[in-house]
């Protein structure tokens, strides 16, 4: 989990970002260009220990996607990180189709760069790093590669309709995710409504989503982390929409720890339409 905490915490600890993988998290109606401004703050019993920067920038013809993301505090005495991520992608009929994906992470003394390329429905990953086959693993096949979204496009989460999006109805999804390492499901299911402010930007409803972890491929089966995150039903993941778009992304995840609870939380939430360029630019 701790790979993507400190390279994009976008994607939600690695763990904890994730769209309907039946609907591939539409972008919905947008009349007009639309960015989304947001910061984050990764929190450990109180202590602040990461934080990232997240911008969205949608349209009806693409998307793309950019985070960067740093430890911070008494935990870059031990292990001291930043990386980024982006991801890019078309809208077909008012629903995002993947077209690439890249995060790069350094770790103190180790580091390392996941891409995956999508096309004709099949993720195909390149790693710097491949893992070394592992008997007690449970081995990634191509079918575990098919009918899945990236971490980054996967936190666009659609909410068909035309009515309000801070709904129940954005819970009720199951998500398929594949990072690059590993396949795992993500179940969500509605808890309730709260009423949420960031430090700047936006102010209102969220939708607080239970989450339960389900890896499925690609991991070792006697990893502490990975069974202690499957057995979890403490966690969550709180939604708030993007002006402008029927998407809802999130605002906070918790994640209950051994030591406390960890939370990644925004401080800076501004979504605003982009400015056009002008018919004098586009004749250039």
């Given amino acids: 989990m701790s790979r993507y905490l400190i390279a994009a915490c976008c994607v939600a600890a690695g763990l904890l970002a994730g769209a ?28 602040p220990i990461g934080q990232i920067s997240w911008t969205i920038e949608l349209s009806d013809k693409r998307y793309t996607a950019a985070a960067t993301g740093s430890t911070i505090g008494l935990l870059r005495i031990f292990a001291n990180g930043h990386g980024a991520a982006n991801a890019h992608g078309i809208v077909n009929a008012n629903e995002p189709v993947a077209s690439d994906f890249l995060v790069k992470y350094v770790s103190g003394d180790s580091s390392d760069e996941i891409k995956i390329v999508f096309s004709g429905g099949k993720a195909k990953e390149s790693l710097t790093h491949p893992p070394k086959p592992d008997p007690s693993g449970v081995p990634l096949t191509d079918a575990n590669r098919v009918g899945v979204v990236d971490p ?37 299911a ?3 409504i709260e ?90």
């Fill in 190 to 192: 509605f808890k309730r």
């Fill in 152 to 188: 980054m496009s996967a936190l666009l989460i659609r909410v068909p309709g035309n009515g309000d999006t801070a709904v129940p109805a954005a819970c009720e999804r199951k998500i398929a995710v594949f990072d690059g390492h590993m396949r795992y499901d993500l179940q969500l």
């Fill in 20 to 47: 309907a993988a039946d609907t591939n998290a539409g972008v919905g109606e947008i009349r007009s260009p639309v960015k989304l401004d947001a910061a984050y703050t990764a929190s450990l019993f109180g202590i």
């Fill in 195 to 284: 009423q949420v402010r960031a430090n700047a930007g936006y102010q209102g409803p969220a939708v607080v989503c239970a989450l339960y972890f389900s890896p499925l491929a690609g991991y070792d089966i006697g990893r502490s982390g990975v069974r202690y995150l499957k057995a979890q039903r403490g966690m969550e993941m709180w939604l708030v929409p993007i002006a402008g778009t029927r998407l809802l992304v999130p605002f906070r995840v918790s994640v209950p720890t051994p030591i406390g609870l960890g939370i990644l939380q925004a401080t800076r939430f501004v979504s605003a339409p982009e400015a056009e360029p002008s018919s004098a630019m586009n004749a250039h």
